[in-house]
């Protein structure tokens, strides 16, 4: 799969010049449960960045630069330097900008993205309001723990079945309903309501 599934022509130029200038090559591959993309510094003489090809076209986009930010960072400090620390937030800030407006995203996206870059953490997964907005541009939405009620029943990928008991201070507790054990899900946790 090709770059212009997911990013428009003056984009896929600009992500081009940073490939030849990073030393990376992207690669758009089979989706990751643990994660939306990946950096892997040099293997081949080059920096490797896997994007997975499930993701909508503005998530797309985000994890590029994100994971495109790293193999800058590598090509000037190396692993002299947290992955995720100072001079990683500043170079993923430097490089977001340019795409914050409304040519790259919805409105919808621009504020919490916005904020996001202010102090960006290790994931976008990890930020809820802008994850929660992002999924809405997915294909087959799914549905998040925080969109049912307490008292739901629910099943995830892997069949087991739970109630969704309460919320605590960010997540939802729940019982799995053949062992009566309690755990907690992110508000972000996809269900299926049974």
């Not at 089979?30 to 503005?58: A, C, D, E, Q, T």
């Not at 400090?77 to 914050?100: A, C, I, S, T």
């Not at 969109?147 to 990928?157: A, K, L, S, V």
């Amino acid at each position: 799969m090709d770059l212009s599934s997911f990013l428009t022509h003056e984009t896929i130029k600009k992500i081009n010049s940073w490939e030849e200038k990073f030393n990376v090559k992207v690669i758009v591959s089979s989706p990751s449960k643990s994660r939306m993309g990946v950096f892997i510094p040099k293997r081949y003489g080059y920096h490797l960045v896997r994007i997975n090809n499930n993701l909508n076209k503005y998530e797309f986009l985000i994890t590029l630069i994100h994971e495109i930010a790293h193999a800058s960072i590598w090509e000037k400090y190396g692993r002299r330097v947290n992955p995720h620390g100072d001079e990683w937030k500043e170079q993923y800030k430097k490089m977001m900008l340019p795409f914050l407006n409304p040519e790259f995203f919805p409105e919808d996206i621009l504020r919490p993205l916005s904020n996001h870059i202010i102090n960006p953490r290790a994931s976008t997964v990890r930020d809820l309001e802008l994850s929660r907005i992002l999924k809405k541009y997915d294909k087959n939405r799914s549905t998040f723990i925080s969109e049912i009620n307490d008292g739901d029943e629910f099943y995830i990928d892997n069949g087991k079945r739970f109630v969704r008991m309460e919320k605590l201070r960010k997540n939802y507790q729940c019982k799995e309903i053949s062992t009566g054990k309690l755990y907690r899900f992110s508000p972000l946790a996809e269900v299926n309501l049974i």
